[in-house]
């Protein structure tokens, strides 16, 4: 492979399908080009930021680099849309709005916050374990469990009824699977608007009842926030709950999927699980470094700067890699190795900085708890068939792992 066949992988939502291209690809250029130009005639140009190193100095400077008017890669139209996109969430804000938005929901997300969730979360695990069992020994862990369980945990965090968990799986799965034929509601625009418009019509309905009818949740706070002294407008507080709902349910379920992948080649490593539970902790931020299921934001430079010497004009935008920083040779050792009790582990599958990721925690806590009830009932388990990744240009992992398995 070529340094100009590799950069492809960032404008190709099949390379994140496939581990093999995608790690070879960026292996290349973090040694040959690690700042490298990638012009595509479907995207307008960007800088491909692939070592660990340049990803933190880039996150970690907020203040010429913001996140708007480009906060993640897509084909050109969808740059030029995005200024007609009514709907703004934190993702594509800066400051000084950005801390007064994101300190909204903060204290919901930080480790007190999330504790009050935890014998709920503990609940779904062993839920979603039990189901397993029901299903006798064979099931498709994606789609019947990793797929689910997240998106239930975030749903009961905002206080939505149960009822309408099914809907909001669709609608998100339609919105982040875009790219991908089997999960698209289709490929033309429009589509996609209309996905977001009914994101945008559900939410609207609980803004108004949690208004009329304020409970003890993360969706009444941000119903009735206020923003710089008056109510949060309906577009932002709509907004809120779509990236809460988006972001924290298939960021999580590809991590969980992906994370069994990894184990299941590996089997020594769920042999150590299974033998000594405080690995549970570590283990789970291994599978998340190494599926690294954001696969991109991005970032534009409000000056000229130099990133490794490399020049880059006021305007121009940096693509930070998560899945190429977190195979770096430089910070990682075997980064290629999948190591449940891998210490330290600095990966940067979060982000970092001013937009680090709100809901750290949670999907740690989350992931633990079903790891934890997993490697402690389930006494064999196997792949069933081929694993499928989805194609994707921002968030995936598996979409099918068909697994066969015994329980204790
Ligand atoms: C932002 C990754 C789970 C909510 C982000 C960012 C990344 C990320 C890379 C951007 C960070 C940056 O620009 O520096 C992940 C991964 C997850 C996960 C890998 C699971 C393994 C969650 C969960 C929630 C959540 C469970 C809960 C709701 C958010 C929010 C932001 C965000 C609200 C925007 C923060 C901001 O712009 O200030 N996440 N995330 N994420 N994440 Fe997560």
Not at 178 to 198: C, G, N, P
Request: aromatic share 8%; hydrophobic share 40%.
């Amino acid at each position: 492979m070529d340094i100009a066949a590799a950069a492809t992988v960032f404008t190709d939502p099949r390379a994140y399908a496939d581990n093999e291209r995608f790690h070879t690809a960026t292996a290349l250029l973090r040694r040959e080009s690690p700042v490298h130009r990638v012009e595509h005639p479907r995207f307008n140009p960007f800088w491909a930021i692939t070592k660990h190193e340049d990803v933190l100095a880039i996150a970690r400077g907020s203040d010429i680099w913001l996140n708007a008017p480009r906060p993640a890669l897509g084909p050109k139209a969808k740059d030029a849309e995005r200024a007609n996109i009514p709907i703004r969430s934190l993702v594509q804000m800066d400051a000084p709005d950005h801390p007064v938005y994101r300190h909204i929901s903060a204290d919901w997300f930080k480790p007190a916050g999330v504790r009050r969730l935890r014998d709920r979360i503990a609940e779904l695990a062993k839920r979603y374990v039990d189901h397993m069992a029901d299903l006798g020994g064979e099931c498709d862990f994606f789609v019947d469990v990793a797929a689910h369980y997240p998106l239930y945990v975030i749903l009961s965090l905002l206080g939505l009824p149960e009822d309408d968990f099914p809907r909001m799986l669709k609608l998100t799965q339609e919105l982040f699977g875009a790219a991908d034929e089997d999960l698209a509601r289709s490929q033309d625009k429009q589509a996609q608007m209309a996905v977001l418009m009914d994101f945008f019509i559900y939410f609207q309905g609980l803004i108004q009842d949690r208004r009329e009818n304020p409970t003890d949740d993360l969706g009444s706070v941000i119903a009735n926030a206020m923003v710089h002294g008056e109510q949060m407008g309906e577009l932002e507080a709509a907004g809120y709950y779509t990236l809460i709902a988006t972001a924290g349910h298939d960021t999580t379920s590809s991590a969980l999927a992906g994370g069994l992948h990894a184990l299941l080649e590996n089997p020594d490593q769920w042999g150590r699980l299974a033998d000594d539970p405080a690995l549970v902790a570590p283990g789970v931020d291994e599978m998340i470094r190494w599926v690294s299921p954001v696969k991109q934001f991005m970032r534009t430079a409000t000056e000229d700067t130099v990133v490794r010497g490399v020049p880059i004009a006021a305007g121009e935008s940096v693509l930070l890699s998560y899945p190429s920083a977190n195979r770096d040779e430089d910070v990682f050792d075997n980064p290629n190795t999948f190591d449940v009790g891998r210490s330290p582990n600095r990966h940067v599958a979060f982000g970092f900085g001013a937009h680090y990721c709100l809901g750290t925690h949670l999907a740690r806590l989350e992931g633990q708890a079903l790891y934890a009830e997993l490697v402690s009932r389930v006494r064999s388990i196997e792949l069933a068939g081929t694993p499928e990744y989805t194609e994707t240009l921002f968030v995936g992992g598996p979409k099918r792992l068909p697994i066969r398995y015994t329980m204790a």
